[in-house]
């Protein structure tokens, strides 16, 4: 969870980072006009990853709900945000959400699929999710032993998963977002073709490149502690790490 502190910090880089783009620079103003119509993104887990990634799909013109299970807190987070984003329960969140981007605690995520499988089911559901022991317990000790991409179709039955942003810091996320040259690559793997489709067009308007591995069982391949977790390569580079044409 963002304590108090750090998310009064976020909002006041979010303030420069509207006030930028009400300045109008050409950077902003493409990122400010979506190709195609606005999505409604639901976040499930507000934090480093979901605010960042909230922060950057508002700039690109999308609406979301930012969720937590406290949302008294997130108003300040909201209000930074303008008039896209709007704050509820991580319910609301996965009823808003034509996309539902779940970014807790992996040990979380059991119960997120379990309290809110009805809300989710058919819905394209993109994962930052990463389990480690230390803080997960024993069921991310059995996650790490089969790769993310077989543990979590089992928590969250019946969604159109995605593996998604899991392979960033929440740090370079932000620093690196739409940065000059060529940009930072993001892995993806699942098995629905359009709901990957839906998530390159995601990881495009945070100001990254998709790269697409392949289906679920190919998620182990950017899990943690792999050659390309956290390594910040461009498209070409991890296209070339993983084999990929
Ligand atoms: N931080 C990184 O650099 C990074 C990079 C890649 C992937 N990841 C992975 O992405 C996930 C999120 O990471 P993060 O660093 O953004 O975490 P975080 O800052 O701790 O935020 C996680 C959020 O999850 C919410 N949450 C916790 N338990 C919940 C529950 N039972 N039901 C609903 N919401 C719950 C909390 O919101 P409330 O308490 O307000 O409800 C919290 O704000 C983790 O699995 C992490 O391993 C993190």
Redo the contacts with the bound molecule.
């Keep these: 969870?963002?304590p108090g502190a750090a998310r009064r910090a976020g909002a006041a880089a979010l303030g420069a980072s509207l006030a930028c783009l009400a300045a109008g620079s050409t950077a902003a103003l493409t990122v400010a006009t979506p190709a195609a119509a606005p999505l409604r993104i639901g976040i499930?887990?507000?934090?480093?990853?979901?605010?960042?990634l909230a922060r950057l799909w508002v700039a690109a013109g999308h609406e979301v709900l930012i969720?937590?299970?406290?949302?008294d807190?997130?108003q300040g987070l909201a209000a930074s945000l303008g008039p896209r984003a709007r704050v509820g329960t991580?319910r609301d969140a996965a009823l808003f959400g034509e996309v539902v981007l779940v970014?807790?605690?992996?040990?979380?995520?059991p119960?997120?699929g379990r309290?809110l499988k009805a809300e989710l089911a058919g819905k394209i559901v993109l994962d930052?999710?990463?389990?480690?022991p230390s803080?997960?317990g024993e069921m991310a000790v059995e996650a790490r032993k089969v790769s993310t991409g077989v543990a979590d179709p089992q928590f969250l039955p019946g969604v159109r998963l995605v593996r998604a942003?899991?392979?960033?810091?929440?740090?370079?996320?932000s620093r690196e977002a739409h940065r000059a040259g060529e940009p930072v690559a993001i892995p993806l793997a699942g098995d629905d073709a359009q709901a990957l489709a839906v998530a390159e067009r995601l990881v495009r308007d945070a100001g990254f490149a998709p790269v697409v591995v392949g289906p679920l069982s190919r998620a182990r391949e950017f899990d943690?502690g792999t050659p390309v977790y956290?390594r910040l390569m461009t498209a070409p580079q991890l296209r070339q790490a993983l084999g990929l044409k």
């Design positions: 969870m963002i499930i887990g507000t934090g480093h990853i979901g605010g960042t969720s937590s299970r406290h949302p807190e997130l991580p970014s807790v605690p992996y040990g979380a995520l119960q997120v309290d930052t999710c990463n389990p480690y803080r997960d942003f899991n392979a960033i810091n929440s740090g370079d996320l943690v956290t």
